[in-house]
């Protein structure tokens, strides 16, 4: 059964904080892995990771994959209380019809 | 990143009736959208993928049915939930790709559709 596993359900932190949240799969056909950003609405997106070992980087954001091990981490540094949002990873697969299929979410909260 | 609008935000109606939500594309053409649902602190449920100019697919468990699925347009997918009760009040949200289908890209989402039935 295609399924995506993300770690830790929920994490509370303070400002300035690191954090690392984690993605792990397992998926006919892989095409890709996705991050998002899910605040009070729609998710927003993040990432998309295709190839192993290459980071993406967006400001204080950065995630990489590797497709041996079937994971990804998305690392945020300097966590401010505007990062407190659900953070989802979706795996692209299943071949042309695109589908997505999402972990659970992180729920990440960054007190002041 | 691309633009999906999706309407109503929310909407209110009452048990046996039936609710439209619309999925837009604004700035692209979509041939595939996809539709999901979100129950409370829970991630995204794919229920349905909705092909431009033929059925949709639905995923294992969604009644076709219930979740009535039409893509007539390049730009426009709606879905309307039939006969809705109580137990169908979710968060429903739709996503498109550009492209032709299986490019590999990301998905834009919709604002999503808050429905609450009384």
């Known amino acids: 059964e295609d399924k995506v596993v993300q770690s830790p359900l929920s994490l509370v932190v303070h400002e300035g904080d690191t954090v690392t949240l984690n993605c792990s799969y397992e998926v006919t056909n892989f095409r890709s892995l996705l991050w998002y950003k899910q605040e009070k609405k729609a998710p927003t997106f993040l990432f998309m990771l295709t190839s192993s070992g290459i980071e993406k980087k967006s400001g204080r954001l950065s995630s990489i994959l590797d497709k041996k091990e079937l994971f990804s981490i998305l690392n945020i540094t300097a966590t401010q209380t505007g990062d407190s949002a659900i953070y989802l990873c979706a795996v692209n697969y299943g071949g042309a019809t695109n589908k997505l299929i999402f972990g659970t979410g992180t729920l990440l909260a960054v007190q002041p | 990143g691309a633009v999906v609008s999706q309407h109503p935000s929310r909407v209110i109606c009452k048990s046996g009736t039936s609710v439209k939500i619309e999925c837009r594309s604004l700035d692209f053409q979509a041939t595939t959208m996809f539709w999901y649902r979100q129950f409370p602190k829970q991630s995204l449920m794919l229920m349905a993928t909705?092909?431009?100019?033929?059925?949709?697919?639905?995923e294992q468990g969604v009644e076709k049915d219930k979740f009535l699925i039409n893509h007539a347009s390049l730009t426009l997918s709606t879905l309307t939930v039939t006969s809705a009760h109580p137990e169908d009040s979710s968060f429903y949200i739709c996503s498109a790709r550009y492209g032709y289908t299986g490019l590999n890209t990301e998905a834009f989402f919709g604002q999503g559709t808050r429905l609450t039935v009384v």
């Open positions: 909705s092909n431009e100019g033929s059925k949709a697919t639905y």
